[in-house]
């Protein structure tokens, strides 16, 4: 079983930048994609960003394209999300999952792994 915990949540005034960071551990592997996903009070879950194994593909959500940045380091088997001018409406829990199928695709009902989420507020 993989596990999977996140880092890096917190408060942030509009226009900022937080980076999350998403730890593997257990039974691992280089070889998963891993995806980003966030869900706000009283919406459903929201695929956000994945990045295959090799970090050469990558897939974002129009809602955070050209503002969020997927990346991972495999030596560290942590994956990371640069989330850079911060809307209210990027306020959500934010998760990472794990698709140890090594798919890349934007359903929850691909990843198997999932952290316990890192809340991100953006409010002035």
């Known amino acids: 079983q993989v596990q999977l915990v996140e880092s890096g949540g917190g408060l942030v005034q509009p226009g900022g930048s937080l980076r999350l960071s998403c730890e593997a551990s257990?039974?691992?592997?280089?070889?998963?994609?891993m995806g980003w996903f966030r869900q706000a009070p009283g919406k459903e879950r929201e695929f956000l960003a994945a990045i295959t194994w090799s970090g050469r593909h990558t897939y974002y959500a129009d809602s955070v394209k050209g503002r969020f940045t997927i990346s991972r380091d495999n030596a560290k088997i942590t994956v990371y999300l640069q989330m850079n001018s911060l809307k209210p409406e990027d306020t959500a829990v934010y998760y990472c999952?794990?698709?140890?199928?090594?798919?890349?695709?934007?359903?929850?009902?691909?990843?198997?792994?999932w952290g316990q989420g890192t809340q991100v507020t953006v409010s002035s």
């Open positions: 999952a794990a698709d140890t199928n090594s798919r890349l695709g934007t359903s929850e009902s691909l990843y198997d792994c």
């Open positions: 257990g039974r691992t592997s280089r070889f998963y994609t």
